[in-house]
């Protein structure tokens, strides 16, 4: 049988295959953040049949002064629910499950689109290539106590509004790469940049906090930047140690990509470009991990799942693209059986 199409639980949430359309921004919400039918219409399409196992919602801000883009869905406030609930009845009415990715974009917000002053881990400039050249305010402790009770506060609307899951963005030079990494974490105090444990201790506090408002067993997924591909950076053991420690914390799914490296590869093309942060993080935790990175190719998907490179397969620009090629890649590997 093939591994692609095979079931694979997370938590006890059963998915029927281990392909996942990971989150990628549509600007599709309307000027408040908010569900539209064009919304709706787009996700309706990329669910249609039912071919993918699980499908990860486009970021979504859980504050206005973390918003990362105009258009940007929100998920900030109790009368997104309303909306958000037409979007998981889209997707369900498809036989598909969908986890909402959460976000503060942290130092990455833009005072134009936010109206506040960037906030971050330390008051440094954000690295070369990470799209803003202002200096963040560093956070403080008042600051960071807030962004835990949101991340909460936005976990649990994304229960009500019925998704099967939630999924912590802490990748792409956000808010949570902002303290995970040494180049943008200088704080000393229980924050530190100088130690792992200091580096993932919101990560930590946020995890907790979203598991005391959604119950034991409601799946937390968190997408973790796991290298930032640059000296002095972020490291793979690094992140070894934090998806360890996730695991302890209750995450149920590790869902790996780039830190300061965003969602590509500085020195690697070939498709599945993250597997070496994949396959260590594998061997370490009993999980699953969701390796995605340049995937268009059905073929290349499963040989990654039988070499262990990951438990699951995120396939995000080729869906993008063509919306049939869940369909076609499962038709295809199922033929291949016969």
Known sequence: MSLLTSPINIGQLELSNRLAMPPMATAKSNENGEVTQELCDYYAEKSAGGYIGLIISEHSYINPEGKASKGQLSIAKDSDIEGLEKLTATIHQNHTITFAQINHAGGLAKEEITGHQPLSASSIEMPKGARSKVEPTEMTQEDIKKVITDFAAAALRAKKAGFDGVEIHAAHGYLLTQFYSPLTNKRTDQFSGSS??????????????????????????????????????????????????????????????????????????????????????????????????????????????????ADMIGVGRAILKDSAWAKQAIRTLGNQEN
Do not use: M
């Not at 869902?255 to 396959?279: A, M, N, R």
């Not at 935790?285 to 998907?301: K, N, Q, R, S, W």
């Open 196 to 309: 792992i444990e200091g580096r993932i201790r919101l990560h930590l506090e946020i995890i907790q906090a979203i598991r005391e408002a959604v119950g034991k067993d409601y799946p937390i997924a968190i997408r973790l930047g796991a290298s930032d591909h640059r000296p002095g950076g972020t490291t793979i053991a690094d992140s070894v140690i934090a998806a360890q420690e996730f695991e302890k914390a209750g995450v149920y799914l590790l869902d790996i990509s780039g830190g300061f490296s965003f969602y590509t590869h500085p020195d690697l093309k070939e498709q599945g470009y993250f597997s070496d942060l994949t396959e260590a993080i594998k061997q370490n935790v009993t999980i699953p991990v969701l390796l995605t990175g340049g995937i268009v190719d059905a073929e290349v998907a499963e040989k990654l799942l039988r070499e262990e490179k």
